[in-house]
Every structure is written in structure tokens, then in C-alpha cells.
């Protein structure tokens, strides 16, 4: 069964770092770009992807995060990481990912940025 497991969130001070992970299952993994969407509180989620990484490794961000996120992913892991570094307030959202292309979505990990 095709499943997306998030972990990494949590609540850290504007100019921090979190990594957050995704672990897939094998299935999807292997044949799927893999991306992060975010909703904000009271907001619906972005229709931008955060961040996608292609099974090439090719890479695309949302111009807001640019230069301070880093999407990857571990092939032999079947996990897509978040390197998220100089956080700001507005970063404040839960993260989901996904399997693009797919209806595939994770639970979601809170990202809380507050002093």
C-alpha cells in the first residue's frame, strides 16, 4: 500500500533550522517526483509546491524559500528530506508531502517559527 510518513516538524526561533523527512514506500517512491506543499494557519494549502525534486534529482522552489530550503531525496532510503534553514515567521505552516502526479499525500508535520 502506497504511503507518505512525515516527521522533522516542530517549533523553532526565526534564523533556525529544521529538516523534515519523508518516508515512502518503495513503490512510489522510484517512479515519482517528490514535492512539499504547506498550508498556513487559517489558510488553505499553497497551489505551489514549496519544493519538488524530480527522480533526475532536478529541483524547483517557491521564490520565497529560495536560497534558504534545500529539497533531496535518498534513493536507497526511499525518504525526501526539507533542509529548511533562516526561518522566518511566515514559514509557520503544516507541511505535507507528496507524490506528484499522484493523489499520494502524508499526514502533515507542523513547522512553527516563533520567538
Known amino acids: 500500500q502506497a504511503q507518505l510518513v512525515e516527521s522533522g516538524g516542530g517549533l523553532v526561533q526565526p534564523g533556525g533550522s529544521l529538516r523534515l523527512s519523508c518516508a515512502a514506500s518503495?513503490?512510489?517512491?522510484?517512479?515519482?517526483?517528490m514535492g512539499w506543499y504547506r498550508q498556513a494557519p487559517g489558510k488553505r494549502r499553497e497551489s505551489d509546491a514549496v519544493?519538488?525534486?524530480?527522480?533526475?534529482?532536478?529541483?524547483k522552489y517557491l521564490d520565497s524559500v529560495k536560497g534558504r530550503f534545500t529539497i533531496s531525496r535518498d534513493n536507497a532510503k526511499n525518504i525526501a528530506y526539507l533542509q529548511m534553514n533562516n526561518l522566518k515567521p511566515e514559514d509557520t505552516a503544516v507541511y505535507y508531502c507528496?507524490?506528484?502526479?499522484?493523489?499520494?499525500w502524508g499526514q502533515g508535520t507542523q513547522v512553527t517559527v516563533s520567538s
Open positions: 519544493a519538488v525534486i524530480t527522480t533526475l534529482g532536478e529541483t
Open positions: 507528496t507524490a506528484i502526479g499522484t493523489c499520494i
Open positions: 518503495a513503490n512510489i517512491f522510484s517512479v515519482n517526483a
